[in-house]
């Protein structure tokens, strides 16, 4: 109640008309290897996406088919020893858990839960699976999660997927809603996961 | 709608003061404090929005309008701590814990910010649009208040009921609140409740903390905090794989390894448990 009060009474002092934030997006053609997060790591999507010009972090990348709140591919290309995994937005009031480069497969999947409940300010996420998996050619995890952003009553159910090359942690997630969404994009997500390569 | 967040269950210490937050709340119901809030912006929304007309001058005279709601927000917020405390009182709980609530906050907020090297944010309210008054004059108001109340015997703050009925929900909340990546505020919560004892459950909590934060010394200090949680017959079966996973980490692979495979022996069907296994070294 008193945040929008607050918020309403800062639009009406300034006098500002609520204008949407831009999306630019733009397309990727299917079939072209293409090199994402201005990084390395490239993949070749099977189907056309849509990428966001606005990327979530330094070493981030975001891709989607219906819209990023319907079906989200993000990529962590390179994350350094103590960089966070995106933007560390509320760095002051809730700063962003830190990657480190000793860190083990359940260690990034615990890094990866703190910086979504940090970031949504949600307790309902879950890990559900963590599993050894293959990720660019090289020795990489698998974890499966859910969670359920603060304020809203959709249940997302998303899976990453992943490796510490050279110090540096690589990661594609994919997420969407349980109902539909998931299961109707899986397959597209999946694919650009195994075309990874560095 | 009254919500009651799971969070507060760690911060309020005993019975007098959850029952002093549901009471505080309980008035601003009672005294439609809501309604009263929606006509006093809808009063002064009008002539704010005339005056927004006319240039820099009628927008400074209209953001003074609007902060005059928030003043009057900030007027019920005192209004419902007062009311509150008498409450409490004919309740049988003991007043003089209510203004303890906010000392611990700042207590906390201290911790936070010790802990990430920054300002202490005990004293942030929002300025000119804060809804709810500063920590500091809310204690000395709350003690104010209670002090006004002669003393009776037979006063109770239900610490001992409080930490029973809670017990079972401890180490749930506590696994969220490590979640939060606030170091300092984390142990200043662990530490209380481990005041009259550290418990294998407290010592397993202390241990996913220090882990989470990962310095190589942080992971040191974890590896033993799990350690003297595992030795415990009744500790959690975690506590095996928090202390695999800190030795692995500080580099000693034999001890790590040995107890990953007592955690896999004891929780044979966990969520990550191919990937436990792999780090043992063992074949799935």
């Known amino acids: 109640m008193t945040r929008i009060w607050k918020l309403a009474a800062i639009g009406a002092a300034l006098g500002l008309a609520a204008t949407p934030a831009v999306a630019g997006f733009k397309l990727v053609p299917k079939g072209t290897p293409i090199a994402v997060a201005k990084s390395t790591l490239t993949v070749t999507p099977s189907v056309d996406w849509n990428r966001l010009g606005a990327r979530p972090g330094r070493n981030a990348e975001s891709w989607t088919l219906d819209g990023l709140t319907l079906d989200d591919l993000t990529f962590y290309s390179g994350i350094d020893n103590d960089a966070t995994l995106f933007r560390d937005a509320r760095k002051k009031t809730a700063p962003l858990p830190r990657f480190n480069s000793t860190m083990l497969a359940p260690d990034i999947a615990q890094l990866f839960e703190s910086s979504y409940r940090v970031s949504i ?41 992943g490796a510490v090359i050279g110090g540096k942690l690589y990661l594609i997630t994919f997420e969407a809603p349980v109902i539909h969404y998931f299961d109707a994009t899986r397959d597209a997500a999946k694919n650009i996961v195994d075309s990874a390569r560095i | 709608m009254m919500q009651v967040w799971s969070g507060l269950f760690l911060r309020t210490r005993n019975e007098a003061q959850l029952a002093a937050v549901l009471a505080h709340e309980y008035v601003h119901y009672q005294n439609r404090h809501s309604l009263m809030i929606f006509r006093e912006a809808r009063r002064r929304a009008a002539g704010a929005s005339f005056m927004a007309m006319f240039g820099l001058i009628g927008l400074l005279l209209a953001i003074g309008q609007i902060s005059a709601i928030f003043q009057f927000s900030r007027e019920q917020e005192a209004d419902a701590d007062a009311e509150s405390v008498g409450m409490l009182t004919r309740a049988g709980y003991d007043p003089n814990e209510v203004p303890k609530i906010w000392e611990q906050f700042r207590a906390e907020a201290d911790a936070t910010a010790v802990a990430r090297g920054t300002k202490s944010r005990k004293d942030k309210n929002g300025g000119l649009f804060a809804s709810h008054p500063p920590t500091a004059e809310r204690v000395a108001a709350l003690t104010a208040e209670a002090k006004k109340i002669p003393v009776s015997a037979t006063w109770q703050t239900g610490e001992t009921q409080y930490r029973a009925s809670l017990a079972a929900f401890w180490p749930s909340f ?55 949680a595992a030795v415990a017959p009744e500790a959690p079966v975690e506590a095996w794989r928090g202390l695999g996973l800190s030795l692995l980490r500080t580099g000693d692979q034999p001890g790590g390894q040995a107890a990953l495979k007592t955690y896999l022996e004891r929780k044979p069907d966990a969520s990550d448990k191919s990937m436990i296994a792999m780090l043992a070294g063992g074949t799935q």
């Open chain 1, 121 to 161: 300010g949600t307790s309902l996420m879950s890990i559900d699976g963590v599993e050894p998996a293959t990720f660019a050619g090289k020795p990489g995890f698998h974890f499966t999660y859910t969670f359920v952003i603060q304020g809203e009553e959709v249940r997302r159910k998303g899976e990453a997927t």
């Open chain 2, 174 to 228: 506590i696994d969220d609140q490590v979640k939060l990546n606030d170091f300092g505020g984390t142990e200043f919560l662990i530490d209380y409740l481990a005041r009259t004892g550290w418990t294998p459950a407290l010592n397993y909590a202390r241990g996913e903390l220090y882990r989470a934060r990962g310095r190589p010394e942080d992971l040191k200090a974890a590896a033993g905090f799990y350690h003297d």
